[in-house]
């Protein structure tokens, strides 16, 4: 039977934060890796549906950090439900394509649960959210226009 020796710079002990599946884990909570945000930031406009999917993949996997990532990316959504292979921009679609961007660069640091904690559930018909409460996730709900 072969031994295999392990890497012994895997486990490390004393760090403020690490890099686990894209985020940035610490004490404080979790938030998007900062290479993964550049790399949103760096994404050129797509030209195709397939580029655009892309695009929106790569948001949806960080949804949580983005407030209102629904209602930034609607148009997105919108521009992909066409299902044709050339994209015609819109006004609309090209503003919440740098706005989404942007959002992503100012995500938010949501922090780890504290089981004892008070809870407060809102649903979403209910975007307010008070200053003082601690955020644990956005949740990235599509809802039709009836609904809204």
Known sequence: MDVVEKDRTVTTFGKESLQFLGHTISAAGAAPAP????????????????GLQEFTGMLNFYHRFIPGAMRTMRPLFTLMATKEKT??????????????KEALA???LLEHPRPKAHTDVRVPSSPVVQPH??????SLIQT???QQ
Do not use: M, N, Y
């Not at 994209?87 to 989404?100: G, K």
């Not at 409460?133 to 956005?138: N, S």
């Open 35 to 50: 290479e993964k945000i550049a790399a949103v930031q760096r994404f050129p406009k797509p030209s195709t549906l397939k």
């Open 144 to 146: 039709s226009l009836t």
């Open 106 to 108: 100012r995500a938010r």
């Open 133 to 138: 409460w601690r955020v644990k996730v956005f």
């Open 87 to 100: 994209l015609s921009w819109s006004e609309v679609a090209d503003r919440a394509f740098i706005a989404t």
